[in-house]
């Protein structure tokens, strides 16, 4: 029986064959942390009695939730990791770097390689042909001090897309249909495996949208074929020369395959209070907004920005609507104020934050008032995800964000 493509990655690591189902120990290239999970993951570092980290040069600790802080107590859990990052050696990604999930498939993994970090969404490096997935904090300590972990191997769903995207459609409105289609727990502990024509026409940045948000369909990681563009994307970084492909074999098992014709895919918008709860943007009606939000690990990189630009050039948003658009990293960041980018959200009025989390997790930055709608390119619009259990969110692409920010109520154009 032939081996999947995440079958193929843990079976390296572990170090013979592997199948779905078999519980393995295997060997850990990257381990991550971020402001939220990381002072716990330190505590428990700790009360392991070891005296360093196994990779320090690999062991990330990102400052990027509450970035900056917006209150002492968050402030004093960065100090934690300030001093770990001192003490052991582990690699600090302080405050204004950038999201963490962003910031590791800028400068940390590579394809073949396995990650763990203590954060769910740590599946988005999973584009860069990696086998990445999301850990409590314990098992991440565990992963700092040893370099192994211990995992079930996922089984499988083979994602096919076939054909193109219609004009304004992006592999955000992609994900959702698909979350749609199968639900928030659909693919528990399950890889999705991305294939087909429409997947190998994708750019870098739209594959690190759909693996970002496997998770969000209960997936355990989402996983691509390294080529040509995952090549070119790591030569851009400096790192052309970690490029290395993996194939799944001809003869693999698959739990499940789900064909998705392209053309088929409307603007789509998960509504409060589920992911899965998706419709396209013409069933909805006048949702009016009082707040946009454009960035996040899932959709704040430099060609979101420019596709939000290019819609806003010479525009005002509405009256009656904030516009937040906060960069994914410093280097976004810095590629955005080259491009001008920055000059177009500003005439525009839109705010723009530090590189970072933003409003997502309902820290700081965008935190929603009582009975307020909200319209953002992130990956959850759970209740209170915003920092207010009586917000409204509702989750889109960044083309529709742009176009929503115009008009004041949901919109594609």
Same mark, same amino acid.
């Given at each position: 029986?032939?081996?999947?493509?995440?079958?193929?990655?843990?079976?390296?690591?572990?170090?013979? &064959?592997?199948?779905?189902? *078999?519980?393995?120990?295997?060997?850990?290239?990257?381990?991550?942390?971020?402001? +939220?999970?990381?002072?716990? &993951?330190?505590?428990? =570092?700790?009360?392991?009695?070891?005296?360093?980290?196994?990779?320090?040069?690999?062991?990330?600790?990102?400052?990027?939730?509450?970035?900056?802080?917006?209150?002492?107590?968050?402030?004093?859990?960065?100090?934690?990791?300030?001093?770990?990052?001192?003490?052991?050696?582990?690699?600090?990604?302080?405050?204004?770097?950038?999201?963490?999930?962003?910031?590791?498939?800028?400068?940390?993994?590579?394809?073949?390689?396995?990650?763990? /970090?203590?954060?769910?969404?740590?599946?988005?490096?999973?584009?860069?042909?990696? =086998?990445?997935?999301?850990?409590?904090?314990?098992?991440?300590?565990? /992963?700092?001090?040893?370099?192994?972990?211990?995992?079930?191997?996922?089984?499988?769903?083979?994602?096919?897309?076939?054909?193109?995207?219609?004009? /304004?459609?992006?592999?955000?409105?992609?994900?959702?249909?698909?979350?749609?289609?199968?639900?928030?727990?659909?693919?528990?502990?399950?890889?999705?495996? $991305? &294939?087909?024509?429409?997947?190998?026409?994708?750019? !870098?940045? *739209?594959?690190?949208?759909?693996?970002?948000?496997?998770?969000?369909?209960?997936?355990?990681?989402?996983?691509?074929?390294?080529?040509?563009? &995952?090549?070119? $994307?790591?030569? *851009?970084?400096?790192?052309?020369?970690? $490029?290395?492909?993996?194939?799944?074999?001809?003869?693999?098992?698959?739990?499940?395959?789900?064909?998705?014709?392209?053309?088929?895919?409307?603007?789509?918008?998960?509504?409060?209070?589920?992911?899965?709860?998706?419709?396209?943007?013409?069933?909805?009606?006048?949702?009016?907004?009082?707040?946009?939000?454009?960035?996040?690990?899932?959709?704040?990189?430099? *060609?979101?920005?420019?596709?939000?630009?290019?819609?806003?050039?010479?525009?005002?948003?509405?009256?009656?609507?904030?516009?937040?658009?906060?960069?994914?990293?410093?280097?976004?960041?810095?590629?955005?104020?080259?491009?001008?980018?920055?000059?177009?959200?500003?005439?525009?009025?839109?705010?723009?934050?530090?590189?970072?989390?933003?409003?997502?997790? +309902?820290?700081?930055? /965008?935190?929603?008032?009582?009975?307020?709608?909200?319209?953002?390119?992130?990956?959850?619009? =759970?209740?209170?995800? !915003?920092?207010?259990?009586?917000?409204?969110?509702?989750?889109?692409?960044?083309?529709?964000?742009?176009?929503?920010?115009?008009? +004041?109520?949901?919109?594609?154009?």
């Amino acid at each position: 029986m032939g081996l999947t493509l995440v079958e193929k990655i843990i079976s390296e690591h572990a170090g013979k &064959t592997v199948h779905a189902g *078999e519980l393995v120990i295997s060997h850990v290239d990257v381990t991550a942390v971020q402001d +939220g999970t990381g002072p716990l &993951t330190v505590q428990e =570092f700790k009360k392991l009695g070891k005296n360093k980290l196994n990779n320090p040069e690999r062991t990330i600790l990102f400052i990027d939730h509450a970035s900056p802080s917006p209150r002492k107590e968050l402030s004093n859990t960065h100090m934690v990791l300030r001093d770990f990052h001192k003490e052991y050696g582990a690699v600090l990604s302080d405050t204004g770097a950038g999201v963490c999930h962003q910031r590791l498939v800028e400068t940390f993994v590579n394809p073949g390689e396995i990650l763990i /970090g203590a954060d769910s969404h740590t599946c988005t490096s999973g584009a860069l042909g990696a =086998f990445a997935t999301g850990m409590g904090s314990t098992d991440i300590a565990v /992963g700092m001090a040893l370099g192994k972990t211990w995992l079930k191997v996922p089984a499988t769903f083979k994602i096919v897309v076939k054909g193109k995207l219609r004009e /304004g459609i992006y592999a955000k409105d992609l994900m959702l249909h698909l979350i749609g289609m199968i639900g928030a727990d659909g693919a528990t502990y399950k890889a999705l495996e $991305f &294939t087909g024509d429409t997947i190998d026409n994708m750019t !870098m940045s *739209e594959r690190f949208t759909l693996a970002n948000m496997a998770v969000e369909a209960g997936a355990k990681c989402g996983l691509f074929i390294a080529d040509e563009k &995952t090549k070119a $994307f790591l030569e *851009e970084r400096g790192r052309g020369d970690k $490029f290395r492909q993996i194939l799944p074999d001809p003869d693999a098992e698959y739990e499940r395959i789900i064909e998705i014709n392209a053309e088929d895919v409307p603007h789509t918008v998960s509504c409060p209070h589920t992911v899965d709860n998706t419709k396209g943007v013409n069933e909805l009606g006048h949702v009016k907004v009082n707040q946009v939000y454009v960035g996040t690990c899932t959709n704040g990189r430099i *060609e979101d920005l420019r596709v939000v630009a290019k819609i806003l050039e010479g525009k005002k948003v509405h009256e009656d609507v904030r516009m937040l658009i906060c960069p994914a990293s410093k280097d976004v960041y810095k590629q955005a104020l080259k491009e001008g980018l920055i000059d177009i959200f500003v005439d525009s009025n839109a705010s723009i934050l530090p590189p970072g989390c933003g409003p997502c997790v +309902g820290v700081h930055a /965008g935190i929603l008032g009582d009975g307020e709608v909200c319209l953002a390119t992130q990956n959850r619009n =759970f209740q209170g995800r !915003m920092g207010n259990t009586k917000g409204f969110i509702y989750l889109a692409s960044p083309y529709v964000a742009a176009y929503t920010a115009l008009r +004041g109520y949901i919109s594609a154009e």
